[in-house]
């Protein structure tokens, strides 16, 4: 059994910048596949980045530029830095496991002034 945890959310203004973290346990998690999807109020859960076990990348278009996801395999740890944040980017961070299917709990990120 897989276990994620999401830490890092929180109050930013415009602009600012964030780093979430998700800490796994339990599993291979060398051999994952890792990704952030977001859910704003109202809307449907949306991908945001991912990356390979071999650290290939790819972005949703509305944070490409922004967004950076990274792994720390020693760690268990995948990261998503977060810069010129906009309002927009308000929701709650999941982290998702592809190949196993598990979800973290969510960690809120709110971009306002």
């Known amino acids: 059994q897989v276990q994620l945890v999401e830490s890092g959310g929180g109050v930013v203004q415009p602009g600012g910048s964030l780093r979430l973290s998700c800490a796994a346990s339990g599993g291979l998690f060398s051999i994952y596949a890792m990704a952030w999807y977001r859910q704003a109020p109202g809307k449907q859960r949306e991908l945001v980045a991912a990356?390979?076990?071999?650290?290939?990348?790819n972005y949703a278009d509305s944070v490409k530029g922004r967004f950076t996801i990274s792994r720390d395999n020693a760690k268990k740890t995948v990261y998503l830095q977060m810069n010129s944040l906009k309002p927009e980017d308000t929701a709650v961070y999941y982290c998702?496991?592809?190949?196993?299917?598990?979800w973290g709990q969510g960690t809120q990120v709110t971009v306002s002034s």
């Open positions: 990356i390979t076990s071999g650290g290939t990348t």
């Open positions: 998702n496991n592809p190949d196993t299917g598990y």
